[in-house]
């Protein structure tokens, strides 16, 4: 982990605890559509954006899916969840972003979400004005796991790849980072990543905390 100089944070699941409202979002969304999606449909979407969630969706039920209907749906049930729940920042998240600051590492975003409501929902947990920048599922013309998100993550912050580290909780992410070739840590959330991912990983970690942990031992060291 030496020479790292950016890092570069995945959001749902990662930073923020919000997958699992998301997914039951989804999920009423898609019965309202009688659609019936299963654990394992939702799951799937988990690290990609719009457009690739509903391929995968229509490809599990094996018929044609409104994207518009189906993700209109959604988003007015999760929005309406966020506001009416809140938001939870995982654990070990604010003293992690204090650690990388004052190491003077640079922070961006990559994440699946529309970069409007990124925005949002990272102001409303206060922690937006710690990256230089978002790049939403939006930005780019292939999501994860298709490298572009980091890529381009990188390109803005006019840092090499080979200095950056991705932080990703999902196997989509973690596919889209390693495609990029940053190094990566894996933080899973919602399932244990897959054994190729993790083998590929500098590391799996349970928590944030332990991320702040490994990444302090590894700058003393260099």
Do not use: W
């Not at 988003?75 to 729940?85: F, I, K, P, S």
């Not at 196997?171 to 190729?196: H, T």
């Amino acid at each position: 982990m030496r020479n790292i100089k950016a890092v570069i944070f995945d959001m749902d699941g990662l930073m923020l605890d919000s997958e699992r409202l998301a997914i039951q979002s989804l999920k009423r969304a898609g019965a309202s559509m009688g659609l019936d999606f299963t654990q394992n449909m939702v799951l799937g979407c988990i690290g990609l954006n719009t457009a690739s969630s509903n391929a995968f969706l229509a490809r599990a039920m094996g018929r044609p899916i409104s994207e518009t209907a189906l993700f209109s749906a959604f988003h007015a049930d999760y929005e309406a969840t966020l506001e009416r729940e809140g938001i939870p920042v995982k654990a070990g998240l604010i003293e992690l972003l204090e650690f990388l600051k004052s190491a003077r590492i640079r922070l961006a975003v990559a994440t699946s979400t529309a970069t409007a409501l990124a925005e949002r929902k990272l102001a409303k947990v206060g922690i937006l004005h710690n990256f230089e920048f978002i790049v939403g599922g939006d930005a780019v013309e292939r999501g994860k796991p298709a490298p572009d998100p980091y890529l381009l993550a990188a390109k803005r912050l006019d840092v090499d790849v080979e200095y950056c580290l991705a932080l990703e909780d999902s196997d989509n992410g973690a596919r889209s980072a390693l495609a990029a070739k940053m190094k990566l840590i894996i933080v899973p959330d919602l399932k244990a990543p897959e054994q190729n991912l993790k083998s590929r990983a500098t590391a799996c970690l349970d928590s944030l905390y332990q991320v702040r942990q490994h990444l302090a031992r590894s700058m003393n060291e260099a």
